[in-house]
């Protein structure tokens, strides 16, 4: 019953750390997406360098931006060559087409179309690029999955728990006569709650090893097959953000465990 009942355990907390690890790589996905989306807003042509100077400063005033960087259009063209060798341009273009421009980082995709109408607003920038719709479909997607994953991993906590509780009270029903007995022989509930309670401790402390090690090599292999996929998609957490997510795997079969043990007996003591 121990082991059935350790092995329940490690099941339930290795689906809430599969789905912790999911929600963390997507919430990094998202919050790479936005750092993709800048705004590029094109400088007219014919401006000194003090009119660019000036323009840069007016856009670091407007609310939202973050970050800001000056392309100069003989860099722009030059980065055009080099990551597009096949198509040798210098032969097909005589002259350099493109313009200065000015790249801007946004504090948070919400400020996004904000910060891109204030930028064509502003006397020498004569044309904006961003990904307007894509944008706006990411931020509402933000919105939906932080909150929605927050509201899905309270209800999995829940759903955890009460299978723990449950499971942990089957070892607590099988020792039902020893409970009777050292009742009627006038032992304190305190003195039969604690070795419930120690056992679910170990019991979860157990659990939780395994399902740290399994949870890793589950890990480890999603991640190979997935960057070998698709090499583009940022889903490798640093060692820190892991780190805590395996701690609090531990922690909450620890927490878990003893809470079990002592919902369970509890509950014996009161049927009694």
Known sequence: MTFVATSIIAISIFVLGIFLLI?????????TLHSKLDIVGYVRSGLDQTSLEVLNLQLSRIQGVKKIDFVSREAAWQSLKE?????????????????????????????????ARKVQELEGIEDVRYGADIAERVARFTKFFSYGGLALIGLLSIATIMIIVNTIRLTVIARQNEIDIMSLVGATKRFIKQPFILEGFYMGMIAALITIIFLKIFYDLAVINIERSLPFLPVNLSSSEINLIYLFVFAAGLFLGMLGGYVSVTKSLKDE
């Open 23 to 31: 929600f963390f790589n997507l919430n990094n996905v998202l919050h």
């Open 83 to 115: 990551n597009y060798t096949n198509l040798n341009l210098n032969t097909m273009v005589e002259n350099n087409p493109l313009p200065d421009a000015f790249k801007i980082e946004v504090k948070d995709i919400s400020f996004i179309n904000i910060v």
